[in-house]
């Protein structure tokens, strides 16, 4: 396939950006998205030119990474991630556009790669449970009813890479709150702390300038990994709760 790429390049942060233009030749239909930047950065690299900045690690849809807008859609056309977006999914002569996540509390680092710190401060904020440290428990201590168990395991699948807050116009982070709220809100183990974990994960939230969720459903769309719309309904929930208790 013969491609035109028109890619979002930036110095830094502090430095406009504008869309840059690129023409690549031999795109083979099994390459991974990210294969095919690694070959347009290889010709760059071969030209004496700065290569595109863009992020990655496990490539395999796990880690939460990466993140790209392409063609104007958070992880491209398919239900998935960057990384494991293929080339089969464009046709010969394409343009595709190729632009970093766009919200507020995602600054650009360089081109394509954001800081998604924001996320990691939320989590800090109440996503874990506190147990005692010792020998492991026998594994059917806390019994665990199994729709309890399947909602947390459906919640847990968020890998935080950030595509609900890309594909929001209100730039809300709503869905991955409300994932981590759901997923340790219905087991056992999160309850002790489930009060004060709700109200310190959304003052942080609207502290790291994320908007208001107002139920338009393009988080979910754009989710890699499916988490529904209602854990957003299960994060209200808990919050009004939480609110009654004083919290
Ligand atoms: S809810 Fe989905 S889109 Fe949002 S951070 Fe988690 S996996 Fe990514
Ligand atoms: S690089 Fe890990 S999910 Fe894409």
Redesign the pocket.
């Known amino acids: 396939m013969k491609l035109t790429l028109n890619i979002w390049r930036q110095a830094d942060s502090a430095s406009p950006g504008k869309i840059h233009n690129y023409e690549l030749d031999e795109v083979s239909e099994d390459m991974s998205f990210l294969e095919m930047l690694d070959v347009l950065n290889e010709e760059l690299n071969a030209k004496g030119e700065e290569p595109i900045a863009f992020d990655s690690d496990c490539r395999e849809g796990i880690c939460?990474m990466c993140g790209l807008m392409i063609n104007g859609e958070?992880h491209g056309p398919e239900v998935t991630t960057t990384c494991q977006l293929h080339m089969r999914s464009f046709k010969d002569g394409d343009s595709i556009t190729v632009e970093p996540w766009r919200a507020d509390a995602f600054p650009v680092v360089k081109d394509l790669v954001v800081d998604r710190g924001a996320?990691d401060r939320i989590i800090a904020q109440g996503g874990y449970i506190s147990v005692n440290t010792g020998a492991a428990p026998d594994a059917h201590a806390t019994p665990v009813p199994k729709d309890k168990a399947d909602r947390a395991f459906e919640a847990a699948?968020?890998?935080?890479?950030?595509?609900?807050?890309a594909?929001c116009p209100n730039g809300s982070?709503s869905?991955?709150l409300g994932?981590k709220i759901t997923h340790l809100g219905e087991l056992p183990q999160g309850q002790a702390e489930r009060d004060s974990r709700v109200v310190n994960m959304v003052g942080q939230h609207d502290h790291e300038g994320f908007g208001g969720c107002t139920n338009i459903g393009e988080?979910?769309a754009?989710?890699?990994?499916e988490?529904p719309l209602d854990v957003i309904s299960r994060l209200n929930w808990d919050l009004h709760a939480a609110l009654r208790h004083g919290k």
Not at 222 to 225: F, I, L, S
């Open positions: 939460g958070a996320l699948a968020c890998i935080g890479c950030g595509a609900c807050v594909a982070a869905l991955f994932a988080c979910t754009a989710c890699p990994k988490i």
